[in-house]
């Protein structure tokens, strides 16, 4: 895959709440999952050991700073994070927080689903997106 | 889960690599994945920002050390990093060499199995495991 047929080139990935020159982090719309988050390099680099090391602890300050923001404003079961980029190798990090009665719980949310998530659990969740942003731009902003 | 019926409280999880008061490195039996290596946190701690910030930094420098040594020493097409703890939750990453023709490609490997890996190319990769692990050690032991 070429710069020029990577989706993460091509656009932002979802709701920018946060870019500066290294990095952007938005909110995914991924259903049943509010409060996705991915935390993207705006360079098309593949691996985590091809950014130099500083870049490397500037991309990871922010994927903690989101996992703080998440367990503030969620207050989820669990976080989970990856870097995969099997289908997209342009760097990316999935920060999923993660509730037990959530889709696929116990199972990482690439694997086997579990259940139907409840509508109002979900609703309750989503009502908690504004906070959310706001948590992740105050810590970014605090960071950058 | 407390600490008492942790599997990482109870045992090492692996071939021991790599250990020092922080952390251990470990080689994992995963069927279908030679040199696939977890990186445990010692103490029973539930997600990375519990931690220390230069705690953290630590962790995530063996990580890159084992990311490093992997490239090195299977060449794979690419690099999965992931710290999920849902079913045991005790803070742990997976460093997994991906190739093109594994049992789960471009799937994580916790998602759909794609295929069923051809024996010589798993003995191939089996063959440079001693090497994989000189490459972890010795970046290790230049790190700490």
Same mark, same amino acid.
């Given at each position: %895959?070429?710069?020029?047929?990577?989706?993460?080139?091509?656009?932002?990935?979802?709701? $920018?709440?946060?870019?500066?020159?290294? /990095?952007?982090?938005? /909110? @995914? !719309?991924?259903?049943?999952?509010?409060?996705? $988050?991915? @935390?993207? &390099?705006?360079?098309? @680099? =593949?691996? %985590?050991? !091809?950014?130099?090391?500083?870049?490397?602890?500037?991309?990871?300050?922010?994927?903690? &700073? $989101?996992?703080?923001?998440? =367990?503030? &404003? /969620?207050?989820?079961?669990?976080?989970?994070?990856?870097?995969?980029?099997?289908?997209?190798?342009?760097?990316?990090?999935? @920060?999923?927080?993660?509730?037990? !009665? !959530?889709?696929?719980?116990?199972?990482? $949310?690439?694997?086997?689903?579990?259940?139907?998530?409840?509508?109002?659990?979900?609703?309750?969740?989503?009502?908690?997106?504004?906070?959310? =942003? +706001? +948590?992740?731009?105050?810590?970014?902003?605090?960071?950058?």
């Amino acid at each position: %895959m070429t710069a020029q047929s990577c989706a993460l080139c091509a656009g932002d990935g979802g709701e $920018v709440l946060y870019r500066d020159e290294l /990095l952007r982090v938005v /909110l @995914v !719309d991924e259903p049943g999952y509010p409060g996705f $988050v991915r @935390v993207i &390099a705006n360079a098309h @680099v =593949r691996e %985590m050991t !091809d950014l130099a090391a500083a870049d490397r602890q500037r991309l990871l300050a922010a994927v903690f &700073a $989101v996992e703080s923001a998440q =367990r503030e &404003a /969620l207050a989820p079961h669990k976080i989970n994070l990856a870097s995969l980029g099997n289908v997209t190798p342009h760097l990316h990090w999935h @920060v999923i927080p993660r509730f037990a !009665d !959530d889709a696929h719980f116990p199972e990482p $949310v690439w694997g086997a689903r579990q259940r139907e998530p409840g509508p109002a659990r979900l609703a309750e969740r989503r009502a908690r997106l504004a906070a959310l =942003r +706001a +948590a992740i731009a105050a810590r970014l902003a605090a960071a950058g």
